[in-house]
Structures are given as C-alpha cells and as structure tokens.
C-alpha cells in the first residue's frame, strides 16, 4: 500500500478539526460553543445544514449538558464527539469521569485555553491538564495537521477492544485554532475505510436486551472497577502505537508516543507540548549550528504516559528543561512531574528543572527558547540547578 | 455469593440481568418491621401504592402481606394505611420484639 494522494490546503485547526469530523461522520455532535474552540462548530454546524454529514447536532444551555448528552447518546451506542476549551471543559468536569467510568469512547476536540480568574481567552494548557486525572486519553497537538491527524486516529484508539476509553485531541487555542496554516487532508473514502464502523458494546438501544448502566457501586466492587479501568489505560498505548503506525504506512505521516527531534545525541533538552515545539525546533537549530547538542522531546501521548520510552529517549541527557504552560500552584507543573517521575525509577539521568511559560497566551519568544538552552547548557556544565521551578516569560 | 474480581466484572459495570436487585436482599436493613392487621383492612392497597420498594405482596388485587426479604422498615405504608374506623391495619413494631 503506497502512500495516497492527499489535497493539500491551507486552512485554520478549527477548521482542520471540523473537516476531520466531517469525514469521521458521528451520529450525534452535543456542543456548546465557546472561544476558542468555536469555529470547529460554526463549521460542523454548516456541514450538518448543507447536508455534507449524518451528524444529529444537539445545542445545548452548558457544557455540562453537552457532556450529559455525549454520555446519553454514546451509552445509546452512537458515535459521539463534541469540542470546547477552559471554562466549557471545566463545567464538564464531573461528567469527563462518568464518560470514562462508562467506558464511552467520546471524542473531544479540546482547544487549550487559559482559565479564569482573571478572564483570559488565550492558550495556555490549564484546562487539558485539569483534566488530567478524569480517565480520558489526551493526544496533544503541535499544528493543524497533527490536529488533523490525530482526530483522525481517535475513534480507532478510543473504540478499540482492549481501550475503550474517550479521547481528547488537544490543539492550542488561538496560536493553532485560529492561524491559517498549509497542510493536507486525506481523501473522504480513505478516511471511511481506515475509521471503519463502529459497534457498541452493550448499548441502550439495544431494547431487546434491556440493562442498566451507572448502577451504585461501593466498598465491596468500586475498587475492582477502577482496577480495569486502570487496565484499560495500560493496553492503550500499544493501540495508539499499532493505530500509528497504520496510518503512516497508508498515508505517510509517522507519530509516535513522542516526537524526538535532534534528541539521539543530545545532551541539552527542552521538552514542551503543542505549538511552542515548533519556536523550540528552530532554535534548536540555531544551536546545533554553534555545535550545542540540543534537542526536543515533545510529547503527543500526555494520558495514557509513555514513562518508560521517555527514561529511555532523555537516558544520555546531561540537563533537562520541561517547559511547563500550565502550573499546579504549589506543585511543580504538571509535565515536569511526569518527566520526574518517568526518569525517577534508573536512579540516574539528567539534572531536571522546570519553567512555567506562556500562560494566557503570553508570546514564547525565541529569545526566550534561547535563555532557557543557555541554563540547561550552564546546567549540563555545573550539574547545579539554582532554582527547580521558576516563571519565564514574566515581568519580574 | 462470590464476589467478582476486577478482570470477571461486565464491561463498564453495565448489569445485563434485567430485575437481577430482586437478588439483593435489603430486608436485613431494617430495624422497624411492618406488621398487616387484618381486620382492620379495608384493602384500598395504599400501602401498594407507595410502598418504595415492591415489597408489599398482592393476590388477585389484594393485599397478602409484606416480603419482609426486601423491606427496609420505611414506615411509609404505616404512615399512609387509613384502617378502619381509625384503627391502622399497619403498625411499626421494633424488629427485635
């Protein structure tokens, strides 16, 4: 099977993510829109008037009424996808452990956006990251075509045997959503084949076997219920992997767990998610031509975390920087606490710290990529960290 | 009854035996009991009517007794019950009289 023919537009990841939806054709689309995360319903919403899809579009008074309704109609056993950001997620929040306490492989377009307080539209990861313990996958995203990409793969991961969790596919607010960018889209009957059909396993509308679903469980069954789902989450990365690798033998485009850029030989390493990879890469660059070994570990795959591959990939590290947009106030923010925890079990590797960058869609700087591969360059040397976590990006 | 481990439980938890809470028996909850009056019965199966729980038994119409399997001790059939000429064909007696 060689690599397809493939369109090549350019267009924002709203709309990247709505044209993916379009093709993947769920029976019911619940949604609420909000900033920045609605231009992927204005344009779904025009594909469902113009007749482009089957979808069944719910608009519903909030988005805790959006998750209710993804729950309802994937327990029906609908395919089911919805999208929102910041606040819209985090009055999902009850309802995100539900939908994966029920085992529904929902799809959730989550553009990241700040949340309030104070009121901020812009990107930052706090909302994906709030969700972090809700038992949902989370692809991150670097561009519209990784957006693109990923949504595509979604329901082949979330809906397999051996997963079936729900999914988010996460993109930056504004810097992805909104930016028009060159990529390409995979023709509409090979997006149907590799998606295949869909079948529920035990839904509701299966009246000729009545049952129920979400019944109390408590101190003698609930911890034996949390045990498979924890299974769940372990045989996931093997599918995103098998699913992966699929879709880069059909249609060119390889992700792995993580992307590793000029990461082999490196001894100076930055890892970030989503859109600041791209500032981060060509800085990199810049270094590697003054002949600093900098690298990138960027990850794709937050929920399940692919702990082993990243001990291995930062193994000949000397300093490690995890750029952090989002904090856990208090805590030490949330991908540098997988990061030390992924390298904790050798009892060696590099010297980690951590920098809160961007928050509310604060400008990640290449001079300020710079700053932060001169400290881990000083790091490396000195084996000396001076602050564990610190701001950037701040007015100090 | 054996309890399940975590790899035999149903997918998602989903109870696929329709009415299977039939098997639960709640009635060890209850620490008032019902008792039926006979006499001061009129059978106007109120206590059918609201009882929260299906435990109270009918026969062609007709109220039988309570299955004390799956009663709780509510009361609410007591509560309700308009006996006869004011004498309650339901009363609450302590479960350990």
Same mark, same amino acid.
């Given at each position: 099977?060689?690599?397809?023919?493939?369109?090549?537009?350019?267009?924002?990841? %709203?709309?990247?993510?709505? @044209?993916? #939806?379009?093709?993947?054709?769920?029976?019911? !689309?619940?949604?609420? $829109?909000?900033? $920045?995360?609605?231009?992927?319903?204005?344009?779904?919403?025009?594909?469902?008037? %113009?007749?482009?899809?089957?979808?069944?579009?719910?608009?519903? @008074?909030? @988005?805790?009424?959006?998750?209710?309704?993804?729950?309802?109609?994937?327990?029906a056993g609908g395919r089911v996808a919805t999208a929102t950001s910041s606040q819209g997620m985090a009055l999902m929040w009850e309802m995100l452990h539900i939908a994966s306490g029920?085992?529904?492989?929902?799809? !959730?377009?989550?553009? %990241?956006?700040?949340?309030?307080?104070?009121? %901020?539209?812009?990107? *930052?990861?706090? *909302?994906?990251?709030?969700?972090? =313990?809700?038992?949902?996958?989370q692809l991150y995203s670097e561009n519209a075509q990784e957006a693109y990409d990923n949504t595509i793969m979604a329901y082949r991961i979330a809906e397999h045997k051996d997963v079936r969790l729900p999914i988010m596919v996460c993109m930056?607010?504004?810097?992805?959503?909104?930016?028009?960018?060159?990529?390409?889209?995979?023709? =509409?009957?090979?997006?149907?084949?590799?998606?295949?059909?869909?079948?529920?396993?035990?839904?509701?509308?299966?009246?000729?076997?009545?049952?129920?679903?979400?019944?109390?469980?408590?101190?003698?069954?609930?911890?034996?219920?949390?045990?498979?789902?924890?299974?769940? !989450?372990?045989?996931?990365?093997?599918?995103?992997? *098998?699913?992966?690798?699929?879709?880069?033998?059909?249609?060119?485009?390889?992700?792995? #767990?993580?992307?590793?850029?000029?990461?082999? =030989?490196?001894?100076?390493?930055?890892?970030?998610?989503?859109?600041?990879?791209?500032?981060?890469?060509? @800085?990199? *660059?810049?270094y590697r031509e003054k002949g600093v070994k900098a690298g990138l570990l960027k990850p794709r795959m937050f929920r399940p975390f692919p702990y082993e591959e990243v001990s291995a990939a930062l193994k000949n590290a000397k300093a490690v920087c995890v750029m952090d947009r989002a904090d856990s106030f208090g805590g030490y923010g949330p991908l540098f606490m997988e990061i030390a925890s992924a390298v904790y079990p050798s009892r060696q590797g590099p010297f980690l710290f951590n920098k809160i960058y961007g928050l509310g869609g604060r400008d990640l700087m290449p001079l300020d990529v710079d700053q932060v591969i001169d400290e881990t360059i000083e790091v490396a040397k000195t084996g000396k960290v001076k602050m564990v976590k610190e701001y950037i990006t701040v007015r100090n | 009854m054996k309890q399940m481990n975590w790899k035999e439980l149903p997918h998602a938890g989903t109870v696929l035996k329709a009415g299977n809470a039939n098997e639960y028996k709640t009635g060890s909850w209850r620490s008032l009991k019902p008792r039926w009056i006979e006499e001061n019965c009129i059978q106007c199966l109120f206590c059918w009517i609201y009882c929260p729980d299906s435990s109270v038994m009918t026969k062609d119409e007709k109220m039988t007794g309570f299955d004390y399997d799956h009663c709780k001790g509510c009361g609410v059939c007591a509560m309700e019950c308009p006996g006869k000429k004011g004498n309650k064909a339901i009363v609450m007696e302590e479960e350990g009289k």
């Open positions: 099977m060689g690599v397809t023919t493939t369109k090549t537009v350019a267009v924002t990841g %709203n709309q990247a993510v709505a @044209e993916a #939806l379009r093709q993947l054709n769920p029976d019911v !689309m619940p949604a609420y $829109p909000i900033t $920045p995360s609605t231009g992927i319903m204005e344009s779904f919403t025009s594909f469902v008037s %113009n007749g482009k899809v089957d979808t069944e579009t719910i608009l519903v @008074e909030s @988005e805790h009424s959006a998750m209710s309704a993804c729950i309802g109609a994937a327990a029920y085992r529904l492989p929902i799809l !959730m377009a989550l553009v %990241n956006r700040a949340l309030s307080a104070p009121l %901020n539209i812009h990107c *930052d990861h706090s *909302d994906g990251m709030g969700a972090r =313990d809700t038992g949902w996958i930056d607010g504004f810097i992805t959503s909104h930016s028009i960018e060159s990529m390409q889209f995979i023709p =509409d009957p090979e997006v149907k084949k590799f998606v295949g059909d869909y079948i529920a396993i035990d839904p509701l509308l299966d009246l000729d076997n009545p049952k129920s679903i979400g019944a109390l469980v408590l101190t003698d069954y609930y911890m034996e219920h949390k045990r498979a789902q924890h299974e769940a !989450m372990l045989n996931t990365k093997k599918v995103i992997q *098998d699913v992966s690798a699929e879709f880069a033998k059909l249609f060119g485009r390889t992700y792995e #767990l993580f992307e590793s850029y000029r990461l082999e =030989d490196a001894e100076v390493v930055l890892v970030a998610l989503n859109s600041a990879a791209g500032t981060i890469k060509d @800085e990199i *660059d810049r | -």
